[in-house]
C-alpha cells in the first residue's frame, strides 16, 4: 500500500507539474499577445500602461497650446489643380481636397504627433481607448464638450455613420473601403462611446479607425447612396475652419470657426488659390498674391539663389514621409504590359539619373520601391534598375516583340508596339520625361505618343483604367500598406489598383504583412514584398524628392517637424498683417 500511495503521489505531482506548465505556458503566450496590443496601445500613448485584468491607454486631452503672437489675417495658398470633391467619403478625394478639408474643416478621432518619429497617434475628438485581452475589441470614449461647426453635438452616431457610410457597397470609394476589411462591426455602447469588432488582428488598426474624418450624420445623412456621392461641394465637420465659397477655377474660402470648440488658430481665413501653372504660381507668389507654395524642383534650384527673394521668403527643404513618390504605371490589361519582361524592359529604358539630374536638378532620389526612402519598411538594398537600352532589347525579344514588317517598329500578333504614354497637361516635368521616354522609346523599337491630359479628365482616366500608360504619384506616410494599391482585389470598383497588377504571391505578402504586429517580421515581410515588386514593374518607380516651401515672411513661427510643417502654428504680427 506504501509503495502504491508513494506511486500515486509521484503521478500526482507529475499531473500537477503539467498543469503548473500549462498555465504558464498559457501565461507566456498570453503575454506574447500582451505585448503585441501594446504595439497599438503604445502608438497613441507612447508608454505601456499594465493592469490586472484589461488593456487600457486613457488619452486625456493634453491641454491646448497657447499659440504666440497675435490674431488676424489670411494665409492665402497655392493650389495646384481643381479638387474634384470635398467629401472625404469619395474616389474623388485628391491630394487638393484633402489639402483643403485635412484637419481644417474635418477632425479625426486621433491625429498624427508631428513630431514624432515614427506612428504616434494623439487625441483629437476621442477621450480615451480600451482595447480587450484578445486585441479584437476597440472602445472608444468620446471628449464630451466637441460639437460640429453648427453647434450640434459629435457623438457616437456620427462615428457610426461615418463607418457605415464606407463600408456602403452603393458609395464610390472601393480605395477607401480596403483600409477597414478586417472590421467585423461598429456598435454605439452609449452617446459617447463607440466599439470597434474585428475579424483579426491588423498591425494598422488603430491609425485605420482612428484617422478618419467623422461627418456629421444630421447633415450628410442620405436614402439613395448616388445622393451622398454626387455631394462634392458644402463641407461640414468640427474644425477650426468652416467652407466660406469656392469659386471654380479660382479659389476655395474657408473662415475661422468662431464656435469651435477647442484652441482656435491665429488665422482668420485660410484661401487656396487654384493655379494649375506652376511658373504663374511662381509669379503670383512674388508679387505676393499668394503667401505659400511649393515648388518644383527646378524652381527650388533656381529661387533660392536669388538673394531679394530670400530676404522676402523663407525657404524650406526637408524629408517627410508624406512626401509619397512619382511613378510611371504600365497598365496590365493592355497587350504592351501584360508580361513582366516587357514591364522590366521599360524600366531599363528609362534614365531615371538623367531625369533627377536635368529636369529636376537634382533635388530628388531614384527610387526602387514604394516605401518612405528613409523609412524601416524599404529595403535599401535593393537598388533601383539601371539604365541600360540593350538589355532592355533582350528583354523584349524574349517577350515575344520584334520587328517583323521592318518598319522600325516592334510588334507582336500583329500589333504594333505604340502606346500613349498619359499625364497631367500643366505638369512640366511630365512633359519633360514623354520627350525622353519617346526618345529611348525608339531606340528599341517602341513609339511613345505623349498624351497630356487636363487634370481632372486625367484623374478620371485613371480611376476608369483607360490609358495605356501613365505618370502619377502617390503621397506617402511613415508606414504604409500597400494592400490599396498592388492588392488584386483592389482593380474593381475603381480601386487605386488602376494598373491591374495581379500576383498571387504578392497578395499572400500582404495579406500576411497586415496580421503582422511584430514589427521585425512586418519589416521582412514587407522587403520581401518590395523584391517582388522589384522584379514584376507595376510600376516603374521613377523618384522622390524632398518637400519644398516658399512662405512669406511675414509669417513667424514657421517650424518644421518630422512630419512636416503645421500651418496652424504660424501668425502674422499686427504691424505686418495684410487682410482685415
Known amino acids: ?199 483579426e488582428l491588423y498591425w494598422k488598426t488603430l491609425e485605420s479607425v482612428g484617422v478618419f474624418e467623422v461627418l456629421p450624420k444630421h447633415i450628410y445623412q442620405f436614402k439613395d447612396p448616388n445622393e451622398f456621392n454626387k455631394r462634392i461641394s458644402n463641407p461640414v465637420g468640427s474644425g477650426p475652419y468652416i467652407f466660406d465659397r469656392w469659386d471654380v477655377g479660382q479659389q476655395i474660402i474657408l473662415k475661422r470657426n468662431e464656435n469651435y470648440w477647442g484652441k482656435k488658430p491665429n488665422m482668420k481665413k485660410m484661401v487656396f488659390k487654384i493655379i494649375t501653372n506652376s511658373t504663374a504660381a511662381l509669379q503670383a507668389l512674388r508679387s505676393h498674391d499668394i503667401d505659400y507654395m511649393e515648388p518644383r524642383s527646378e524652381q527650388f534650384a533656381e529661387v533660392s539663389k536669388d538673394e531679394q527673394f530670400k530676404k522676402e521668403f523663407n525657404i524650406l527643404s526637408y524629408w517627410e514621409p508624406s512626401g509619397g513618390y512619382a511613378y510611371i504605371g504600365w497598365n496590365e490589361n493592355t497587350p504592351y504590359f501584360k508580361d513582366s519582361k516587357v514591364r522590366l524592359a521599360m524600366t531599363h529604358i528609362i534614365n531615371r539619373k538623367a531625369i533627377v539630374e536635368y529636369l529636376l536638378k537634382g533635388n530628388a532620389t531614384v527610387i526602387s520601391g514604394p516605401f518612405y526612402l528613409y523609412g524601416k519598411q524599404n529595403d535599401p538594398n535593393i537598388k533601383p534598375w539601371p539604365y541600360d537600352p540593350n538589355y532592355a532589347k533582350q528583354l523584349l525579344k524574349k517577350a515575344g516583340w520584334a520587328d517583323t514588317d521592318k518598319d522600325g517598329i516592334l510588334d507582336k500578333n500583329g500589333i504594333p508596339f505604340r502606346f500613349k504614354f498619359s499625364y497631367p497637361a500643366e505638369s512640366q516635368t511630365g512633359e519633360g520625361i514623354a520627350k525622353l521616354l519617346k526618345d529611348d522609346g525608339a531606340k528599341v523599337g517602341i513609339d511613345v505618343i505623349a498624351d497630356p491630359v487636363e487634370w481632372s479628365i486625367f484623374i478620371e482616366k485613371m480611376n476608369s483604367g483607360q490609358f495605356d500608360a501613365c505618370m502619377s504619384g502617390w503621397a506617402g506616410t511613415i508606414e504604409s500598406d500597400p494592400y490599396q494599391l498592388f492588392h488584386s482585389s483592389q482593380m474593381k470598383d475603381r480601386g487605386n489598383n488602376r494598373v491591374g497588377f495581379n500576383n498571387k504571391e504578392a497578395d499572400a505578402l500582404i495579406e500576411e504583412s497586415r496580421r503582422t504586429l511584430d514589427e521585425n517580421k512586418r519589416y521582412a515581410l514587407y522587403h520581401k514584398f518590395h523584391q517582388l515588386l522589384h522584379q514584376e514593374q507595376p510600376y516603374t518607380f521613377l523618384f522622390s524628392k524632398p518637400t519644398f516651401g516658399f512662405i512669406d515672411k511675414r509669417f513667424e513661427n514657421v517650424n518644421v517637424h518630422k512630419l512636416g510643417v503645421d500651418t496652424f502654428e504660424w501668425y502674422v504680427p499686427k504691424e505686418k498683417q495684410r487682410y482685415k
Open 1 to 199: 500500500m506504501n509503495g502504491r500511495s508513494g506511486w500515486f503521489a509521484f503521478l500526482l505531482f507529475l499531473l500537477i507539474l503539467a498543469v503548473i506548465l500549462l498555465q504558464v505556458l498559457s501565461m507566456i503566450q498570453s503575454d506574447r499577445l500582451y505585448e503585441r496590443l501594446n504595439v497599438l496601445l503604445d502608438a497613441v500613448s507612447g508608454q505601456r500602461q499594465e493592469t490586472t485584468n484589461k488593456q487600457e491607454s486613457n488619452l486625456t486631452a493634453q491641454p491646448a497650446n497657447k499659440q504666440p503672437g497675435d490674431e488676424g489675417d489670411w494665409l492665402v495658398q497655392h493650389l495646384g489643380g481643381e479638387p474634384r470633391s470635398l467629401n472625404p467619403i469619395s474616389v474623388d478625394y485628391t491630394m487638393e481636397s484633402i489639402r483643403v478639408c485635412e484637419r481644417n474643416i474635418f477632425e479625426t478621432l486621433f491625429y498624427y504627433d508631428l513630431d514624432f518619429d515614427g506612428v504616434k497617434l494623439k487625441p483629437v475628438l476621442a477621450e480615451s481607448l480600451k482595447v480587450s485581452d484578445d486585441g479584437l475589441e476597440m472602445t472608444v470614449k468620446l471628449k464630451e464638450n466637441i460639437w460640429f461647426s453648427d453647434g450640434t453635438p459629435i457623438t457616437a452616431d456620427d462615428v457610426v455613420f461615418t463607418f457605415e457610410t464606407i463600408m456602403n457597397p452603393r458609395i464610390d470609394v472601393a480605395d477607401l473601403r480596403g483600409y477597414y476589411q478586417n472590421i467585423k462591426e461598429v456598435v454605439k455602447t452609449d452617446n459617447k462611446t463607440v466599439k470597434f469588432i474585428f475579424n
